[in-house]
């Protein structure tokens, strides 16, 4: 197992079709990565393309987060990219295989190198920085995973079909800002004062005890009986921070009138017919890449209409900073 992973002849192909023209750039990017990864980020993907595990490709991503965090490169945030981009196309590759395994890969060994380093970087600090182009593009992260979806017979969210669909069609930019624009408008709340994402200069976290800053402000989280306590983490990471939706967006699907979402109901029925039976969380996201690779259905969807009714659906979504453990007590929303 080595380099010749990579599948740069693959990955070449893959980038101009999702919102990528700089090829030359994004691939050295990923060859800068795997520095950053002791030259072992191809051997590490091979084993997770080998064994069909999107779960392990997500803890990859979280893993690869942590670190580009953490290192010293003035040109980290290209790195990161890159990394990001390529395991967009390894995701492809798996689902386009149409084979998923319960196989079970560790990460441990490269987690624990990461989290050795992030150790030696806090050493002697008070508290943690984040600027706000970290928090915000981690934010980002989250919120195009956040497929929604039900086997009741109303409409489904899957954001990830969402983000390839126009990034397929070259409307990349016209994704981003939306969801960009949706990160903005996320609430926090500084005592009982909600404020917005949008205003967001910087994030600290006292290591002490783990208190959550914006912008030198001390910051609140409701729980999962609505009230609110100090934001406070556990292991002083931004992952502990998780988007929050007010209302269940499981209620707000429910509430949409089919007739007035046509092309949403027309993905949804796709998604059904495709599943030949119930929706689940491995099935949703091998049929988001598998759908949109479909340029025969993608040529089905109205772009003009779809844009409509995605913007409809994103001015009915309110969103909230909270800490994990209170939004994993309110469950799926």
Do not use: C, W
């Not at 970290?134 to 899957?158: A, H, T």
């Amino acid at each position: 197992m080595s380099k010749n992973f990579f599948k740069k002849e693959e990955f070449i192909k893959f980038l101009p079709k999702n919102g990528v023209n700089s090829i030359d750039s994004y691939t050295n990017y990923v060859e800068n990565a795997d520095k950053y990864f002791r030259n072992r980020l191809f051997e590490i993907v091979e084993n997770i393309f080998n064994a069909k595990s999107l779960d392990a490709l997500d803890e990859l991503r979280e893993i690869g987060e942590e670190l580009f965090e953490i290192i010293e490169s003035a040109s980290k945030t290209h790195y990161r990219a890159g990394f990001m981009k390529y395991l967009d196309f390894i995701e492809e590759s798996i689902s386009l295989s149409n084979h998923l395994s319960t196989i079970s890969i560790s990460l441990k060994n490269i987690k624990e190198e990461v989290e050795k380093e992030e150790n030696v970087y806090n050493a002697n600090k008070t508290y943690i920085h984040f600027s706000s182009d970290i928090v915000k593009d981690r934010l980002f992260g989250r919120l195009i995973s956040q497929d929604r979806y039900n086997n009741n017979d109303k409409i489904i969210f899957p954001i990830r079909f969402i983000k390839q669909y126009f990034y397929k069609t070259g409307e990349e930019k016209y994704f981003d800002k939306i969801i960009n624009d949706k990160i903005k408008n996320i609430i926090y709340f500084v005592n009982d004062t909600p404020k917005k994402v949008k205003d967001l200069k910087e994030l600290e976290i006292d290591i002490t005890d783990g208190q959550i800053f914006i912008n030198k402000e001390k910051i609140y989280t409701k729980t999962d009986t609505n009230t609110l306590v100090p934001f406070k983490t556990k292991l002083r990471i931004l992952k502990e921070i998780t988007i929050d939706h007010i209302e269940p967006i499981s209620t707000l699907l429910e509430s949409l009138d089919k007739d007035e979402y046509n092309q949403f109901n027309l993905i949804t029925n796709e998604f059904r017919k495709r599943a030949n039976g119930d929706l689940d969380r491995d099935n949703i996201r091998i049929l988001s890449t598998q759908t949109a690779n479909d340029e025969q259905f993608r040529n089905k969807i109205n772009s003009a209409k779809l844009k409509e009714e995605f913007e409809k659906i994103n001015a009915k979504i309110e969103l909230q900073l909270m800490l994990n453990t209170y939004n994993s007590k309110k469950g799926t929303k």
